[in-house]
C-alpha cells in the first residue's frame, strides 16, 4: 500500500521552461511534505518543504503548492535549468508519530538546454 | 559542517555472505534512520534511533537485519545472511530531535548481492 505516489516516473521540459512535478498521497494524518532532489550516487539533499498548514511555499525559482482536499502537492520549478536534471522525490510525515518520512517512487527530470 | 559519512560506498557479496554498513551522522544530530532504497524506487525507513535507543524498527527484516548505535553517534547496519532481494542502496540519515529541520541524508552504500 503506497501511501504517496509520484505518477509520472519522467518529465522532458525545455530550458527556461516551467517544470511541474506531482505527488499524491493517501494517508491524511500527515502533516509535512517535503520535495528531495537526488543525483546519481549522491544521497537525497532536501529542496523545499510545506507544512499542512499553508498551501504554498516558495523558494526562489522552486515553489511547492498543497491541495489537502486532494490530497495532492506539486513542485514547480521556474524556469527550469540543466543543472535541474536529477530524480525528484516527494516524502511525507505525520510528525506527531515522529520524523520518519514516508517517499514516493521518485520523477526522473530531464532539462534539455 | 560535515555532512553524514557512509561507508563502504559499494559493496557486492554472494547470497547468504554477511554485510555490514556505517554511518557516521552529523555532529550534534541526535536522531539517525536507515533507509533502504531499491532501483525504481523511493528511500523506505528501516530503523529510527534517537541517541543510542530504538525509536522505530517495525519495517526492518529482523530475521537478516540488525542495526545498532552504541554511543549515540555513529551507527552500524547489518545483513546476514545476504539475499538476491536485498540489492539496493542504503541511506543512513540524520535530524536534530523533535524536528525536520536539517534532515541530511549520506551518499549511501551500493550493495548488490549475486
Known amino acids: 500500500d503506497q501511501q504517496v505516489k509520484q505518477n509520472s516516473p519522467s518529465l522532458s521540459v525545455q530550458e527556461g521552461r516551467i517544470s511541474i512535478l506531482n505527488c499524491d498521497y493517501t494517508n491524511s494524518m500527515f502533516d509535512y511534505f517535503l520535495w528531495y532532489k537526488k543525483y546519481p550516487a549522491e544521497g537525497p539533499t532536501f529542496l523545499i518543504s510545506i507544512s499542512s498548514i499553508k498551501d504554498k511555499n516558495e523558494d526562489g525559482r522552486f515553489t511547492v503548492f498543497l491541495n489537502k482536499s486532494a490530497k495532492h502537492l506539486s513542485l514547480h520549478i521556474v524556469p527550469s535549468q540543466p543543472g535541474d536534471s536529477a530524480v525528484y522525490f516527494c516524502a511525507a510525515s505525520d510528525r506527531r508519530a515522529g520524523n520518519m518520512l514516508t517517499f514516493g517512487g521518485g520523477t526522473r527530470l530531464m532539462v534539455k538546454p | 559542517e560535515a555532512g553524514v559519512a557512509q561507508s563502504p560506498r559499494y559493496k557486492i557479496i554472494e547470497k547468504r555472505q554477511s554485510v555490514a554498513f556505517w554511518c557516521n551522522p552529523i555532529s550534534g544530530h541526535a536522531t539517525l534512520y536507515w533507509y533502504q532504497q531499491i532501483l525504481g524506487q523511493g528511500p523506505k525507513l528501516l530503523i529510527q534511533?534517537?541517541?543510542?535507543?530504538?525509536?522505530?524498527d517495525s519495517q526492518l527484516p529482523k530475521d537478516r537485519f540488525s542495526a545498532e548505535r552504541l554511543k549515540g553517534v555513529d551507527s552500524t547496519l547489518k545483513i546476514q545472511p545476504a539475499k538476491l532481494e536485498d540489492s539496493a542502496v542504503y541511506l543512513c540519515?540524520?535530524?536534530?530531535?523533535?524536528?525536520?529541520?536539517?534532515?541530511?541524508f549520506g551518499s549511501g552504500t551500493r550493495l548488490t548481492v549475486v
Open positions: 540519515a540524520s535530524s536534530l530531535v523533535g524536528g525536520l529541520d536539517g534532515y541530511t
Open positions: 534511533f534517537q541517541n543510542n535507543g530504538v525509536v522505530d
